[in-house]
């Protein structure tokens, strides 16, 4: 059901649009199945780019992989929006640019809005790494704040539509025991509570300055910006991870299940490059990654 203006529910009054972007249609729900489900079936009747769907409760969100997703209400940031990527600049091959817009805006957003600025772990976290948390030493486990979602429609090998989906931790009261290790929240990190509107306002500004970027035809220098924002916020590149591959193998990777080595690099499509024990650099386009020792020093590539 759209939600109303309830007090306490969220800190700002509730928007319908984003001035100066292609935001223009933006909705509030109480509770909804599913952000990315909803805005996918709306894609398919036409709905135009730049709709929105933010909830306070998702019943049936979903994750990589069909994995569940869920919330107790009112302490995440669910969303969602709809884009129609201009098919020059953005095949299908290079969806994944979009997935890396969205997360540095939601870093930033989450910046401004608080003060802790999370990375992005490839392919599509957003976390605390355990080097930048204040009061634990750089072996600390990274702690996931947010997992995003894309999903494309296509048509004719063309992108028709993409919804992205995002679910940011943000009020928590604590972390579940169960949970301590791998998960925490915004307001957790900060010690102060976080403005949720403010917070989709902020990350809808920051995904439109970088989609726009993707969009420029031409040279492909849009896509080399966000491509280096997102190296420089990674907290993937420079360290020894384990990528646990889907079950269609990557076109250089076609004869394992899981490749281990150093995350070297991030190609111009976003795939991650993982240079194994043996020297040997494979391109990986879909994996689960796993950070399996502390952060090597960056120093040297920054």
Known sequence: MPAEHSPGQFDSPHFNSVAGTRFADVEWYEEIGSTNTELLDRARSGAPEGMVLIADLQTAGRGRRGRQWTAPPG?????????????GPLPPSRAALVTLAVGLAAADACEQVSGVRPRLKWPNDLVIAGRDRADH???????????ILAESITAQGLLSA???GMG????????????????TSLNLEAGTPVDRTLLAHRVLEGTEARYELLCRAGDGAGAAVVLEEARRNSATLGRRVRVSLDATPDATVTDRHSLEGLASDLDAEGRLLVCDDAGITHTVSVGDVVHVRPALDRSRRE
């Open 75 to 87: 302490t995440s940031l669910m969303m969602s929006v709809l884009l129609r990527p201009p098919p």
């Open 137 to 147: 030493g750089a072996d600390r486990d990274d702690r996931k704040l947010a997992g």
């Open 162 to 164: 993409l919804v992205v």
């Open 168 to 183: 940011l931790n943000t009020g928590w009261p604590e972390v579940p025991a169960e949970l301590e290790s791998v998960a």
